[in-house]
């Protein structure tokens, strides 16, 4: 269980001890209210997502409006994802995930190229 800030310390001991008894007294019942293990983790993943949005948001929406880092980043994502191959699987999934945001860059890259010469154009 995770400490509640807006609990006093009474209070979690007293929650803390409820918790106990409940999982003493069905255990089936209080793994139940513990969740599966896939709804603990997207949990997690949205806690994580939310940390770093805040703290590195700006930054890196910045980054990703740059474009010209995106060829540089898909060649980064494509070595890792060959040294994953002997490595291991975690480096391919991160050479994958540096991949996806080369290319995203550059595709705002160039739909922003685009963009404005299509609005140029008097005749279009």
């Known amino acids: ?47 994580a997502h939310a940390v770093v949005s805040a703290r590195f948001g700006r930054p890196l929406a910045r980054l990703a409006r740059g474009g010209w880092w995106g060829a540089p980043t898909l060649v980064a994502g494509l070595v890792l994802v060959v040294l994953g191959v002997s490595t291991g699987l975690a480096v391919a999934v991160v050479g994958a995930l540096a991949c996806t945001a080369g290319l995203r860059m550059l595709a705002g890259l160039v739909e922003r190229r685009l963009g404005g010469e299509r609005t140029s154009r008097p005749g279009d």
Not at 32 to 39: E, F
Request: glycine share 4%; proline share 6%; no cysteine.
């Open 1 to 47: 269980m995770t400490p509640d800030a807006r609990l006093s310390a009474a209070e979690r001991a007293a929650l803390a001890h409820l918790e106990a008894a409940a999982a003493a007294a069905d255990p089936e019942f209080a793994a139940r209210l513990k969740g599966t293990p896939g709804a603990r983790i997207h949990a997690l993943a949205l806690r």
